[in-house]
Every structure is written in C-alpha cells, then in structure tokens.
C-alpha cells in the first residue's frame, strides 16, 4: 500500500483498520498549528506478515489541545509495527499520546515498536506521552520510549559559539527533532512545516 | 592595526552570584600563543566562559577589548562571527543535527552576518573533505550527530575539526587535552600548530604542562584563585610540572 498522509481535523481518519496477510500500511498522520482534536484509532494485524509503519507529528504552539489514542494489536503471529509520534507544544498548548500496543497470546514472533517525544516550548505547555503495553505471546520484540522535556540551554549556547544566531539553533534543534517525521512527507507539505517552525 | 587582539582589565565575573574571577588582567597579541595553567576551581573555564559569552556568567566589573572592539556588548554568535572560537571542555551533544547540516548553518550564518552569498555546497563538501583529513576523520564522520556516540577523542578532534573550518582569529582551548591518549594528543596538537599564523592567536587553558610539550607557547600565565599570579615563557610550564601549583605564587 502507498504511503499516505491524513491531516488532522481535515482529513477523515478510519476509526479502525484491519490488516489481512501480508498486508502494508504507511500511514503519516499530521497536526498543523491551530487544530484541535481528539485522534481514535485502532489498528490490528489479523494476518501473519502484515506490516504497519505509523508516525505522527503535532505542532501545537498556541492554545491547541490534541489527543491521539492509538491502538496497535497484533492478533496474528509474524507481523511488525513501527509507531513513531513527534510533537512540539507551545503557549498554553495540550498534546495527549496514548498508545497501546497489544500482542495476542497465538501472536509469536511479533515486532513492535513505539517512539512518543515532544519538546515543550514555554512553562505553560503540557505534553504528556502515554504508553502502554499487554503482551500475552511470549516470543516477542518489543519496545517503547516516551520523552518529554525543553530546548536544552547548552546546546543553544554550543550552536550560537559557532555563529549559529539564537532564532536558528532553536529552529535547526526542532527541524532535527521532527526530522524523521518529516522525512516522510510530501516535499511541499514538509517544506510548509518547516517555514512554520 | 594594533598589534594587541586581546585586552583583559581587571576582570570580575562569577556564576550564581559567586565571584569566581577577581580582577583578571591578560593582554594577547596577534599571532601569539598563551597558555593559561592553573589548579582545579582556579577560574579557567570561567575565563572561556566569559570571553565567549556563557549567559548565566556574569561580569561585575572590568573590560574586556577584541580586535578594537567592546567584546561584552557582543552575543555569543557576534563574537564567533569576529573570529573567537572556544574547544570546549564537554563538548555538546546535538541529537538529530548531522556534522555536515551544522557546518553548513555555522558556516552560512557567519556569511549571512557578513553580507556575503551562501557558500556553493561543491565548496562547502571540499572545504569539509580537507578540514576532515586535517583530524584524521573518516568519510562517514561527516553524517554522524554532533558528538552523539563519539568518544572522548572523538569528541576533541570534533573540536579542532570545528575550529579549522571556522578558521578563527583567537581559537580558545579548553582543556582540550583532558582525557586524552597520546595519539589523540598529537592529532589536536598538530592540528593547532599547522593553524597557527602571525594573524591568529590562542589561549590554551590546561591543567598539565603534557600538551604545551606539543604546542610551544609565547607566553605562560598561572592563574590561581582567580587572579594571574605569574606569568612568564614556557620555561614556566617545566617548572610548574616540577614543583607543582603549589610552589608560583604571585
């Protein structure tokens, strides 16, 4: 399957996918500043090889408030998700990640993986990241990391040292940080985003 | 054109409300080596904190004069773009930036300030090809994260990496040699003596006399609480290695 991209608060996203064998799923969900939104979905691998690459990126820099609700359950065994959720919240922004990665008791030799972080930009930001994991298969690889944190101050210092102005050593540590979102994108979309940040 | 880069008067500056410098008077010439010595907490990366513009330093009192011009009134990246340049003691990890992306926006930013063109990338990659032979990295070096899974070498010849593309006009070098093998050693040492010109100088902050064996310094300063307590030519370095911090007094 192609790779889409579903924009948050235009675009209809399915409340709930099935994937049969050896089926792929890429799909890139984005949140654009100014949207607010509460994200459902649940996805399930039904049959062995099927495969889910799921990212997401949210930048909220005002008063947005985002929450995302992720299911990702392996009910067959041999199948492998990838999610990987970036977001960058300012002002009196809200962003939510919950997600849930089920592995089935049948669902051996299963690969799953799940990436949360978010940067706050200001004092009045609240990010929080959410995982959760059941596992009932016991041949499985598995893993999740959630960060939550600030522009660090010495790496601000260490850019400017080297000429980096102020105003593009922060702009240059969030580019890199949605980077691997990013890198998914259409080129005009991603180009938009940057000149956003 | 003045023959003196640097100018130092009675310099006091702290972090936290604790004075840490406590009337430091230096004077750098052109084309000069100086290397500062001195025992831990005597104020020496408080120094390069200073002269490069760490924001939680502050000065209380004293001047300091760069190239004719009042460096304390300059930001941190006006006093890059004027030809300082600090090797830094922990050098930082910037996750997700690769070597190559942030010399290109250190390189552009500084012509950018100077009113010049962006640098054509055919001139950028060859410019970043030489400087890389100049520490002995490797090819893919230039796609790795700034420092991010280097080793403590690694992470020093990052820095004098950093500092032959930027090509300064006074390079600070603080404790560059800290942590060091001697192979590492040579490499940083070579690499700041094929840098040295009439028109650029350098302060070499260091703990042990072992690196000024490599790069032969005009002058020696010993700073000890805070103050420069004596200073005098390289032969001072030998002796401190001989009798210790503890025997220089002021």
């Known amino acids: 399957m192609a790779r889409k991209v579903f924009m948050i608060g235009r675009d209809e996203i399915p409340a709930s996918v099935s994937l049969g064998a050896g089926e792929k799923l890429d799909w890139t969900l984005v949140c654009l ?13 039904d049959g062995p090889g099927a495969e889910l690459d799921l990212a997401g990126l949210y930048l909220c820099p005002g008063s947005e408030n985002v929450r995302m609700n992720v299911s990702v359950c392996h009910n067959s065994g041999g199948c492998i998700s990838h999610q990987l959720f970036k977001g960058i919240v300012g002002g009196t922004a ?26 706050l930009l200001s004092a009045g930001a609240w990010a929080e990241s959410k995982p959760q994991l059941e596992i009932y298969a016991d041949d499985v690889e598995c893993s999740h990391g959630a960060t939550t944190g600030f522009l660090g101050e010495n790496e601000l210092f260490y850019m400017r040292s080297r000429g980096i102005p102020e105003k593009d050593a922060r702009r240059l540590q ?24 | ?49 200073v002269l490069t513009g760490r924001p939680d330093y502050k000065v ?43 010399m290109k926006t250190a390189i552009n930013a500084r012509r950018k300030a100077q009113g010049l063109p962006e640098m054509k990338p055919a001139e950028f990659l060859k410019l970043l090809k030489e400087k890389m032979a100049f520490v002995q990295m490797k090819g893919e070096f230039a796609k790795r994260e700034v420092n991010v899974g280097f080793s403590g070498g690694e992470k020093k010849r990052n820095e004098i990496f950093q500092m032959a593309m930027l090509e300064p006009t006074l390079g600070i070098l603080d404790e560059t040699d800290s942590g060091l093998d001697v192979d590492a050693l040579k490499i940083v040492a070579d690499g700041v003596n094929s840098l040295r010109s009439p028109e650029r100088s350098f302060i070499i902050i260091t ?4 690196l000024l064996e490599y790069i032969r310094p005009d002058v020696v300063h010993v700073l000890k609480e805070g103050r420069i307590v004596r200073t005098g030519g390289p032969e001072l370095a030998d002796r401190i290695w001989q009798e210790g911090f503890d025997g220089i007094d002021g």
């Open chain 1, 33 to 45: 500043p100014g949207t607010s939104a509460v994200v459902d979905l649940a996805i399930s691998l």
């Open chain 1, 94 to 119: 809200r962003a939510e990640f919950d997600g849930l990665i089920y592995v089935a008791r049948d669902a051996q030799k299963t690969k799953a993986y799940q990436q949360s972080h978010s940067i």
């Open chain 1, 174 to 197: 969030i580019i890199s940080f949605l980077s691997p979102v990013l890198e998914r994108l259409p080129e005009e979309l991603r180009d938009d985003i940057i000149s956003e940040c």
């Open chain 2, 1 to 49: 054109m003045n023959n003196s880069l640097l100018e130092i008067k009675d310099l006091r500056a702290g972090i936290e409300g604790k004075e840490i410098l406590k009337g430091v008077d230096l004077s750098i010439g052109r084309g000069q080596v100086h290397a500062i010595m001195g025992p831990n907490g005597a104020g020496k990366s408080t120094l390069s904190a």
């Open chain 2, 60 to 102: 209380t009192e004293g001047s300091i004069e760069y190239d004719g011009r009042n460096l304390l009134e300059m930001t941190p990246e006006e006093r890059s773009w004027a030809g300082i340049f600090l090797s830094f003691q922990y050098p930082v990890e910037i996750p997700g930036v690769s070597i190559t992306n942030f």
């Open chain 2, 207 to 210: 703990h042990y006399q072992k």
